[in-house]
């Protein structure tokens, strides 16, 4: 039977500036002829969509950090949203802790039309990222950013020591009403906080995508770098992880590959498993 391979995009798949060379175009193309394939990222559709627009992906999608499972045709699998008068209570909290305000995404209707709502105040982090998102039609600036009702995650950008010590408060406050998620910004240097629903991870969603086509975990392969690629590394029968990976992510990975991202890593080691 065929295998199952699902990929991170960021510092995984995707190179550091953004793009996929025509060697991993053509190999990823090649095994979704004859393997099950696709991505588990911390992007929304729309933003790997308009990354990826030239690649085949036939399973559901793994995005927005495991919050949201959709097929490549925009049908929704399942979402975990975040409690909204909590979020809204806990982005005040922030606010009266630091003086910090959150990027806010979430979905407008069940057509997959999202909305990423960014604050008028941003840190110094925030909007060295925002530099890439200038021709994104979901921005919307607000004075106050809020959360709606389907809103998948609220996340903070700023430095380690600034955003260790808003992830101790929030935590001594909300407790299990969500999952904290603190990791580096590998494209600024800097951290951000991702909060969401307390099943909102790619584990969770790597369970469900195995019950929606009907696998077992262990077919599967999956790909990262990160620490939310941790808990699904635990799941799969095989994960690897890039050359450039976090240490605390290499650390529970079944294999390390040689190559890192910007190298072809996933294409190296697709091509490597190929039918002959």
Excluded at 40 to 46: E, H, M, P, V
Excluded at 55 to 66: E, K, S, V, W, Y
Excluded at 67 to 88: C, E, G, S
Excluded at 136 to 150: N, S, Y
Aim: charged share 25%; aromatic share 10%.
């Amino acid at each position: 039977m065929n295998k199952i391979y699902i990929t991170d995009l960021d510092h995984t798949f995707l190179r550091s500036d953004f793009t996929v060379s025509n060697f991993t175009k053509t190999t990823w193309n090649a095994k979704a002829k004859e393997s099950i394939v696709s991505i588990a990222t911390a992007r929304s559709y729309y933003s790997a969509m308009k990354l990826l627009p030239e690649l085949t992906f036939n399973a559901p999608m793994i995005l927005l950090d495991g919050t949201l499972i959709a097929t490549p045709d925009k049908k929704i699998i399942d979402t975990k949203f975040v409690d909204t008068a909590a979020a809204n209570d806990l982005i005040t909290e922030a606010i009266k802790f630091d003086d910090i305000h959150p990027f806010v995404i979430g979905l407008k209707n069940d057509q997959l039309d999202e909305s990423f709502d960014f604050p008028l105040t941003q840190t110094p982090t925030q909007a060295k990222v925002l530099l890439n998102y200038r021709d994104d039609a979901r921005l919307m600036e607000f004075e106050h950013v809020v959360a709606k009702e389907q809103t998948f995650k609220v996340v903070y950008m700023a430095t380690k020591e600034r955003l260790v010590a808003l992830t101790e408060h929030l935590q001594n406050i909300y407790g299990d009403t969500f999952h904290f998620k603190l990791s580096p910004e590998n494209y600024t240097g800097d951290y951000f906080l991702t909060i969401v629903h307390p099943l909102g991870d790619k584990a969770h969603a790597l369970n469900k995508v195995c019950e929606y086509i009907g696998r077992p975990l262990e077919d599967v392969t999956v790909f990262g770098d990160s620490i939310n690629d941790i808990e699904m590394f635990k799941l799969a029968g095989m994960s690897a992880a890039v050359s450039n990976a976090l240490q605390e992510t290499k650390a529970v990975a079944k294999m390390i590959l040689p190559h890192s991202n910007d190298e072809d890593a996933v294409a190296h080691y697709l091509q490597s498993t190929m039918k002959r």
